[in-house]
């Protein structure tokens, strides 16, 4: 097992790529704490965990908020004695269900522009729409997030002088994404404050990474039309969305010893979507 005997904390961990990762984890040895602001959810991925689930506890926390991430930590503490890995993985969809549907409705508005060979005509306007509340709420829980709970990790790693960070970044950080600039604008951030931070600790032995996953099958993603999801398929050339147990097996290579002279990185499956 690469993981045996170490304490990891997975973040936004009740569904999707969070819950890929706990899983994994558990099954590879770890004691996992299992966060989701939504407790019923992360005590779901905890009974997923089958017999490895008496290593794992849940624990609810909305990452946005400072005092909540310390509070969760002191709960970590407290179980685990310290902790060995973090995987900043919680995060918000770029956009609500009434914004979902008039994506849809630009997007295939576009296709079909597109197809016709004429210029576009519908524009998406997305930014100039955008509230301040969807801005902060973005920024809040994904860049955010990641320091208020990077911040607390090191506390704890650096007590030893080990450890390992994760920071779940995206392939829209390295390449745009057109329909959502806050998501991209957090996405990049987080993606250079991976960078910054593995310089500052990796005289602790703390290394820090990032994955930028490309379009993932996830309920975050679910409201999206058929039209809208065959285009962005159409742009992967492996022509599929990933699942999330890629994801995880991405993040478990991170977390373990195979990846011992890797800090400061970032790894994209992203199915050949960005090659740069």
Not at 134 to 159: P, Q, Y
Not at 208 to 217: D, H, K, L, M, S
Not at 226 to 238: C, D, G, W, Y
Request: charge should be neutral; glycine fraction near 10%.
């Amino acid at each position: 097992m690469k993981l045996e005997g170490r304490a990891a904390l997975i973040t936004g961990a009740g569904s999707g790529i969070g819950r890929a990762i706990a899983l994994r984890f558990a099954a590879e040895g770890a004691s996992v704490a299992v966060n989701d602001i939504v407790s019923e959810t992360a005590a779901k991925t905890v009974e997923a965990m089958g017999a490895t689930r008496e290593r794992a506890f849940a624990v609810q926390a909305d990452v946005s908020s400072s005092a909540e991430v310390k509070a969760m930590f002191a709960q970590v503490s407290e179980r685990f004695g310290g902790l060995e890995i973090l995987v900043n993985n919680a995060g918000v969809a770029e956009f609500g269900p009434d914004q979902t549907a008039e994506v849809n409705r630009k997007a295939e508005a576009r296709i079909g522009e597109m197809m016709a060979g004429g210029p576009l005509r519908t524009h998406w306007d997305m930014t100039q729409e955008l509230s301040d509340a969807d801005w902060h709420r973005m920024i809040g829980v994904h860049l955010n997030g990641t320091f208020f709970c990077t911040r607390e990790a090191l506390k704890l790693m650096s007590a030893r002088n080990r450890g390992v960070i994760i920071n779940i970044s995206s392939v829209a950080a390295l390449r745009g994404i057109e329909i959502a600039a806050h998501y991209g604008a957090a996405k990049g951030g987080i993606l250079a404050f991976t960078r910054s931070l593995a310089h500052e600790v990796a005289s602790r032995n703390i290394r820090v990474n990032a994955i930028c996953p490309g379009w993932v099958e996830t309920a975050m993603t679910g409201g999206f039309s058929f039209m809208l999801r065959a285009f962005t398929t159409s742009q992967i050339p492996m022509r599929r969305w990933a699942e999330p147990d890629e994801i995880a097996g991405t993040a478990l290579f991170l977390a373990s010893d195979d990846s011992s002279y890797f800090t400061g990185q970032w790894l994209s499956p992203n199915g050949g979507l960005f090659t740069g």
